[in-house]
């Protein structure tokens, strides 16, 4: 059973450029999440899909937009790139099925420098 | 708005040496999770946390979570090289939305 995947692995831009990372969930699950990890802190959440739709939204700038495919993988997309968006960006995947022992498996990374 | 502080950011253990890792966070939630990372690795997940006074225990590592006092320790018993990395406490905020904590850096030492 693969677990959450994420592509690229390494990513380089220049500033102003656009890019979008991608991410496959666990198998199972419906649900994907998508987070910032600057270097040294914690993740930040940017926002969350499901069922095609954003979910909730985090504290982002609408630079910062994804999608969600019928199989539920989702794409993150950063317009106009800043050098403050380098970081490691983190997509997590989870079955929403409201309260219980919810859970999300987080993947690789991609880790995106902007120069 | 949720906030969580985790103490220390930084700790460095001796082998064999018990302490204590601990998190607050700002507003009432039932769902506490602690991650595990590795340098330039992604997140492990250690611990689920659902309820008022739940403890679960895995290895050398014990977490708790007092709803009440809004507090999730992580306890580490007689400590290993192996335990060496950053470990996160995350609040679920406004359902599935989580909050980390800045971290705390692990590091053992023989």
């Known amino acids: 059973d693969a677990g959450v995947t994420q592509s690229p692995t390494h990513l380089i831009k220049t500033r102003g450029q656009q890019v979008t990372l991608r991410c496959s969930p666990k198998s199972g699950h419906d649900t994907v999440s998508w987070y910032q990890q600057a270097l040294g802190q914690g993740p930040q959440f940017i926002f969350q899909y499901y069922e095609e739709e954003e979910r909730q939204r985090g504290n982002f700038p609408d630079r910062f937009s994804g999608h969600q495919f019928p199989n539920y993988s989702s794409e993150l997309n950063v317009n106009a790139l800043w050098l403050g968006d380098s970081a490691l960006y983190l997509c997590?995947?989870?079955?929403?099925?409201?309260?219980?022992?919810?859970?999300?498996?987080f993947g690789p990374g991609t880790r995106l420098t902007v120069t | 708005e949720l906030k969580v502080e985790q103490n220390p950011l930084f700790l460095s253990m001796q082998e064999g040496k018990n302490y204590t890792i601990y998190c607050n966070y700002s507003?009432?939630?039932?769902?506490l999770y602690w991650y595990r990372q590795d340098p330039g690795k992604s997140l492990e997940s250690l611990f689920v946390?659902?309820?008022?006074?739940a403890v679960k225990q895995e290895g050398r590592l014990m977490a708790s979570l007092d709803t009440k006092a809004r507090l999730s320790t992580l306890h580490i018993t007689a400590a290993v090289h192996d335990l060496s990395a950053t470990y996160f406490c995350a609040v679920d905020y406004n359902n599935n939305d989580m909050r980390f904590g800045a971290g705390t850096r692990l590091t053992v030492k023989p």
């Open positions: 997590a995947s989870s079955l929403l099925s409201g309260r219980g022992a919810y859970e999300q498996y």
């Open positions: 507003t009432t939630s039932d769902r």
């Open positions: 946390l659902l309820s008022n006074g």
